[in-house]
């Protein structure tokens, strides 16, 4: 049986459950056996990169906002900040997890010209069905495994980062195809949809209006909005609040933050305008569920 992991816990416990021989210092994890961890029920927003892959049974999943069905084999990549929830899954499920911390992956993409194009890809495109694609990555995770178990070197990091790069570069070249006129109208909406996510995920503490996002990517209000419904199934401002409700939750549980320091965090006017929105969003008063979740 899967051990559960609370959301705000699951850092200090894949540390203690993780030998050396399965990780590279705090930048690499590497969980071969699902029996291990299970990943937290409920919206959640990661700060680490995660690839889980499905060799057995079936997910469906939502990755920021959007649904997927996802069925062995397969492989679900998803990078830091990212509002991640598993909705239901078999009973037969088996994956294998590698997570990687945001400082790793950031440095996977420094030259943000260059690595913009696959770095949207990754995003745009988390799940890749298909036996060959589980193939590679169990040949990459085979060799991530040999790599970290390598004693005396000092070069496992590089060695690591070079090596996930072009695993990453290989899922991108498998997605690029000739686009017809009709793939290329749909792709615009993915690039806008993308788009409104990456900004969402950058301001959404500071700004919670759909007016400023649309504003930002010189569309309307309507347009976005039907965009991001078309693209997500949720409607662009239920979409910025899961973002700014599943900070708030990790703010009220990980923290001794008091619930004006969070209000003035996440930039509402007062702690009264805050308590509204979080009842008003999730039934309870930011109190309420501090209580109830310790």
Not at 241 to 259: G, H, N, P
Request: proline letters at 4%; charged letters at 25%.
């Amino acid at each position: 049986m899967a051990e559960k992991i609370p959301y705000v816990k699951w850092r200090e416990r894949i540390n203690q459950i993780v030998p050396d021989e399965y990780r590279i210092g705090n930048d690499v994890f590497i969980l071969p056996q699902h029996k291990l961890f299970q990943l937290p029920e409920g919206h959640f927003k990661t700060d680490v990169t995660t690839i889980i892959i499905y060799e057995k049974g079936w997910v469906r999943v939502s990755i920021d906002m959007r649904e997927y069905m996802v069925q062995a084999p397969s492989v679900v990549t998803f990078l830091p900040d990212t509002i991640y929830k598993v909705l239901e899954c078999s009973e037969d499920l088996e994956y294998k997890i590698v997570i990687y911390s945001k400082n790793f992956t950031d440095n996977l993409f420094l030259n943000l010209d260059r690595m913009h194009p696959l770095r949207s890809s990754i995003q745009n495109h988390p799940v890749q069905e298909g036996g060959e694609h589980v193939y590679v990555y169990n040949k990459y995770l085979s060799m991530l495994i040999d790599l970290t178990k390598r004693s005396g070197s000092p070069y496992k990091l590089e060695a690591a980062k070079h090596l996930t790069l072009a695993t990453f570069y290989s899922f991108s070249l498998a997605r690029h195809n000739v686009a017809t006129d009709q793939e290329t109208r749909i792709g615009r909406k993915d690039e806008l949809y993308g788009a409104f996510v990456e900004l969402v995920r950058r301001h959404f503490r500071t700004c919670h209006d759909v007016a400023f996002y649309a504003d930002k990517l010189c569309v309307t209000v309507k347009y976005l909005s039907q965009v991001v419904k078309e693209k997500s199934g949720t409607p662009a401002l239920e979409f910025i609040e899961q973002y700014v409700i599943t900070e708030c939750k990790a703010l009220l549980l990980s923290t001794k933050m008091s619930i004006q320091k969070i209000a003035d965090e996440l930039h509402f006017p007062s702690q009264s305008v805050f308590g509204k929105y979080f009842k008003r969003v999730t039934g309870l008063s930011p109190r309420d569920y501090r209580n109830q979740e310790n």
